[in-house]
Structures are given as structure tokens and as C-alpha cells.
């Protein structure tokens, strides 16, 4: 049992490339630190002193700055290749994070807020592009889950690891997660050498007019794939709430500490790091991606439902925890998946970028519409309320099977 077990992990891994294991690595390095994100609102709240209201303007700054810099990205990437766009949006997001901790002022950090977020997100559809050209579409969802593996084991340690930092001040978490970012980027610059990467597509012409002869397919002219956008930005705004406002429900409605916060967030990416790979490795083939993303689906809204049942407090958290995992594990992968597949068609740079808007898109709207809800209504109408936008992005995502990929597994 404990050999089949251990082949069956070990076989999950094999077969992804050298350079995927490389962007993890510097993955995990850079979400080592990311601990600003998962305590900006109680550091908003609580140590600025904003209100709930103010805090999601500020958040949702945070969103359009993600937004604005997926788009960027994109450009970016298809002109002049990934690793510089990666190497010099890690250096800036390394400065912008420790001169954050400066500030106070409601406006200026809107705008700084606003920049850190632009300067973070370049670096994802860069990031996105470097692992689609160095998997096979054979181990395309395992890379793709290998990459998201480094992720979440950072993200297991930065809110732990955080909520310490927090009891000595504020300002340790920004100063750590600057250098994490520095780190990263040296990392990057020792492992993926310039010399190494792919060219961009329009130096690497004649490459392209033998591999791709059909003209580029713009992806803001494919309309299945931008309805797969705008059920993406439905999904993850349902998902992002375990940033914005989960968090805050733990310390207003459970008064729970940031140790325990932090403990908790770090729960989501122990089980996503434990679990996903072999998951992947287990059901990947057997159905197609996006019937994979509706029961990713289910499990979000089954996760908010938690916080209703009884008897409440540390069991429906750890429910939701347990349920958001396994959602994630399910709607992101098999997402990213399909994209890479479209990207396939053409303007690569433009596909990944406009997937990454989605979910920058998302964080506008997320922070914004769970802060109002709940100054408004409180806690249980917006849990609610995610369950019905749940229900309606899985209608959607079956709709958009049936006229995509009707037969086709992932």
C-alpha cells in the first residue's frame, strides 16, 4: 500500500522539465514573503485606523493597479521575452513593499497601493508565458500544478511565519517581504540566464512563420475565450474573498489573533501543497478541464456555506478551509490549462495577460463588494451571496463545455 503510495507521488513529478522546477524554486522564494497581502486589511483596519469602507477603496486600488499591470505585462512580454519582465518586476515590487511602510496618508497609499500592485503583476503573464514554453502538452496541467505547488508552499509559510512578524511590528512584514522579492530576483538571474530564454516572437520570425504560419488570433476578438474570461473573473471573485475578507470576519466576528489568522490562511496552502500534484496526477485525462472547473465551482460555494452551519467558529473555519483547497486545486489548474491551449493560436503574451486581467479584474471588485456587503449587511448576506455568483459561474462553465469541448478531455 505504502509502495503504491510513494510510486504513484513519484510519478506524479516525473517527466516536467528542468526549467519549470527552476521557476518554482523561484516561486516559492518570492511567496515565502507574501506577507503583506494576506494582512493588508487588518493592517489597513487596525493599525492605520481606516474604516471597512476606506480599506476596500484601498484594496480595490490594489485591483486596478493588477489589472493595468497584466495588461502591461502581456505587451511587454510578446516585445521583449519573459525574463527580463520577471527579473525587473521582482526588483520593484522588492523596493515598492519597504517603502510602503512609510506611509499613512488614505490618498497616498491608494496611489502606492495603486503602483506596488501594477509593478507585482507584470511579472504574472510573463511568468505564465515561461512555463508554457518550457512544458510539453503532455505535462502541461502537471507543470502548470508543480509551479502552483512552490506557490502554495510559500503561502503556507508567509502567513505563519507573518503573524509572528506582526507581534514585533508592522513593519518587519514589508521589510521581509521586500527581500524575499530581492531574493527571488537573484535566484531568477542565477537559474534562468538571459542567454537561455526564448526569443521574442518578432526577432524569432522566421521560427514563427514555420511553426505558426496562420496569422495571430487576437484573444480580445475570440469570444469563447473571452466568456471563459468573464466566468474566470466570476470564479475568482468569489475565491479572492479569502484574501479581503475572510480575514477580517476572523478578527471582528471570532476576535481571533493575527497568529491564528496567519495559521489558518497557512492551512490553505499546506493542503494545496500536499495534495494537488498526486490529485492531478490521478484524475488529469479522465474528464475534460472545464468539467473540472465546475466542481472546483461547487466546492466554493459549499465553502462560504460553512460559515452558516453550526456549530460555528474554529470547526466551519476549518471547513472552509479544507473546501476552498480542494476548489482551487480544481478550478485553477485545469483554467490555467485551457488558456495555455488557446494561447496556442497565437499572441501568446496577449492570451496570458488577458487570463491574468481576469482575475486583477476580480481583486477590483472582490474587496470592493465584500467590504460593502458587509458594512451594509454583514457577514452571512455576503457568504450568501457567493454561493448564488458560485451557482451561476457553473451554469456558465457548462454552457461554454458544450460549445468548446464537447468530448475532449484535458
Keep these: 500500500m505504502l509502495f503504491r503510495l510513494y510510486a504513484h507521488w513519484r510519478g506524479s513529478y516525473s517527466g516536467i522539465p528542468v526549467k519549470v522546477w527552476f521557476l518554482s524554486i523561484v516561486s516559492l522564494i518570492n511567496r515565502c514573503g507574501a506577507m503583506v497581502v494576506v494582512f493588508l486589511t487588518i493592517y489597513l483596519t487596525k493599525h492605520l485606523g481606516f474604516s471597512i469602507r476606506d480599506a476596500g477603496y484601498v484594496l480595490g486600488c490594489f485591483g486596478a493597479g493588477a489589472f493595468l499591470g497584466a495588461y502591461i505585462g502581456g505587451k511587454l512580454t510578446d516585445r ?65 500544478s508543480l509551479y502552483r505547488m512552490s506557490v502554495n508552499l510559500g503561502w503556507t509559510v508567509a502567513p505563519a511565519f507573518g503573524g509572528l512578524l506582526a ?25 534562468i540566464a538571459p542567454k537561455q530564454e526564448e526569443l521574442p516572437e518578432r526577432a524569432n520570425e522566421a521560427q514563427e512563420k514555420t511553426e505558426n504560419p496562420a496569422p495571430a488570433v487576437s484573444p480580445y476578438r475570440d469570444k469563447p475565450f473571452l466568456a471563459f474570461i468573464l466566468l474566470t473573473v466570476l470564479g475568482a471573485i468569489v475565491f479572492m474573498q479569502l484574501l479581503w475578507t475572510v480575514p477580517i ?152 463545455e458544450r460549445k468548446t469541448e464537447r468530448g475532449l478531455t484535458g
Design 80 to 144: 521583449f521575452g519573459y525574463y527580463p519582465i520577471m527579473f525587473w518586476s521582482l526588483v520593484g515590487n522588492g523596493i515598492m513593499l519597504m517603502l510602503l511602510i512609510q506611509l499613512s496618508n488614505f490618498w497616498v497609499m491608494c496611489g502606492a497601493v495603486f503602483m506596488l500592485s501594477v509593478i507585482s503583476e507584470v511579472f504574472r503573464p510573463a511568468n505564465s508565458l515561461a512555463i508554457a514554453r518550457q512544458c510539453t502538452p503532455e505535462t502541461r496541467t502537471r507543470s502548470i
Design 167 to 191: 507581534g514585533f511590528g508592522w513593519h518587519w512584514l514589508f521589510i521581509v517581504d521586500g527581500l524575499t522579492c530581492l531574493l527571488a530576483a537573484v535566484l531568477l538571474w542565477q537559474l
Design 249 to 400: 470576519y476572523f478578527k471582528d466576528a471570532h476576535h481571533w489573533d493575527e497568529h491564528t489568522i496567519g495559521l489558518l490562511a497557512a492551512l490553505n496552502g499546506l493542503i494545496v501543497f500536499l495534495v494537488e500534484m498526486p490529485l492531478i496526477y490521478r484524475i488529469e485525462g479522465r474528464r475534460s478541464r472545464l468539467s473540472f472547473v465546475r466542481i472546483g465551482l461547487i466546492l466554493y460555494a459549499f465553502a462560504y456555506t460553512a460559515f452558516l452551519l453550526p456549530p460555528g467558529g474554529m470547526s466551519s473555519a476549518l471547513l472552509y478551509m479544507v473546501a476552498i483547497s480542494f476548489g482551487e486545486m480544481y478550478v485553477m489548474p485545469f483554467s490555467s490549462n485551457f488558456v495555455f491551449g488557446y494561447a496556442e493560436k497565437g499572441s501568446a503574451g496577449g492570451y496570458m495577460a488577458l487570463y491574468t486581467m481576469a482575475y486583477s479584474i476580480a481583486n477590483i471588485i472582490a474587496p470592493l463588494m465584500g467590504t460593502q456587503i458587509i458594512a451594509t449587511w454583514g457577514f452571512n448576506t455576503l457568504w450568501y451571496v457567493l454561493g448564488v455568483i458560485s451557482a451561476i459561474t457553473w451554469i456558465g462553465f457548462w454552457w461554454l
